[in-house]
Nanobody, 125 residues
Framework: QVQVVESGGGLVQAGGSLRLSCAAS????????MGWFRQAPGKEREFVAA????????YYAESVKGRFTISRDNAKNTVYLQMNSLKPEDTAVYYC??????????????????WGQGTQVTVSS
């Protein structure tokens, strides 16, 4: 049974930093994407960042490029999202998910299954 668990959210002032963690278990994930999405109140869930367990390519939404960094620790089966220079508009519930298709790194919700429960990030102005 695949499990995906996010952690690391919290309250931070604008300009601050947070690091989110996503621990995945239950099967091998090599070759599959791990993605971060977020959903603000009243808005659709949107893509933030993604990468594959193997490989070095990373993908980011334009709104977070240069501020957020996705990385992984294969030994711990954990993916991270380092968020710097946070803005109030980054406030959302952040979700981690496993890609559906081998070797495909998607940027839309339907390209991912196995979602975590989400972790709240609140950025105060």
């Amino acid at each position: 049974q695949v499990q995906v668990v996010e952690s690391g959210g919290g309250l931070v002032q604008a300009g601050g930093s947070l690091r989110l963690s996503c621990a995945a278990s239950g099967r091998t994930f090599n070759g599959y994407a791990m993605g971060w999405f977020r959903q603000a109140p009243g808005k659709e869930r949107e893509f933030v960042a993604a990468m594959r367990w193997s490989g070095v390519s990373t993908y980011y939404a334009e709104s977070v490029k240069g501020r957020f960094t996705i990385s992984r620790d294969n030994a711990k089966n954990t993916v991270y999202l380092q968020m710097n220079s946070l803005k109030p508009e980054d406030t959302a519930v952040y979700y981690c998910a496993v890609g559906k298709e081998y070797l495909v790194v998607g940027t839309t919700r339907d390209q991912y299954d196995y979602w975590g429960q989400g972790t709240q990030v609140t950025v105060s102005s």
